[in-house]
C-alpha cells in the first residue's frame, strides 16, 4: 500500500496525478439491521455501522451481493464486514 507523504500534510489534486497508486482505506464494520422496502421493485438494504470513523457513521447498501464464485447472498444483522472506501 502506498504510503502518503506531502511537504504541507495536505494531498493536493497535483499529488493525486502524479501517485500511481489510487488512495484507500478499509474499515470494519458491523451489520446492524436489514430494511425491508416498502416498494416491492425495490432492494432491501443493510444498514453498516463504520469502525474507526471519527464519529458514529452509519451506511445502508442495498443487499444485494456478490460473491468471488458469482453466487448472490444477503447481509446478516451482526455480521463483520470490511468496508473499502476508493
Given at each position: 500500500m502506498a504510503k502518503l507523504e506531502t511537504h504541507d500534510g495536505i494531498?493536493?489534486?497535483?499529488?493525486?496525478?502524479t501517485m500511481t497508486e489510487k488512495p484507500s482505506?478499509?474499515?470494519s464494520g458491523t451489520v446492524e439491521m436489514t430494511i425491508e422496502s416498502t416498494i416491492p421493485s425495490q432492494p432491501e438494504?443493510?444498514?453498516?455501522a463504520v469502525?474507526?470513523?471519527d464519529h458514529p457513521y452509519k451506511i445502508r447498501i442495498e443487499?444485494?451481493?456478490?460473491?468471488?464464485?458469482?453466487?448472490?447472498?444477503?447481509l446478516?444483522?451482526?455480521a463483520k464486514v470490511l468496508i473499502t472506501v476508493r
Open positions: 494531498l493536493t489534486a497535483a499529488d493525486l496525478a482505506v478499509t474499515l438494504t443493510a444498514q453498516i469502525g474507526g470513523a443487499n444485494t451481493l456478490t460473491d468471488e464464485n458469482g453466487e448472490e447472498f444477503r446478516k444483522p451482526g
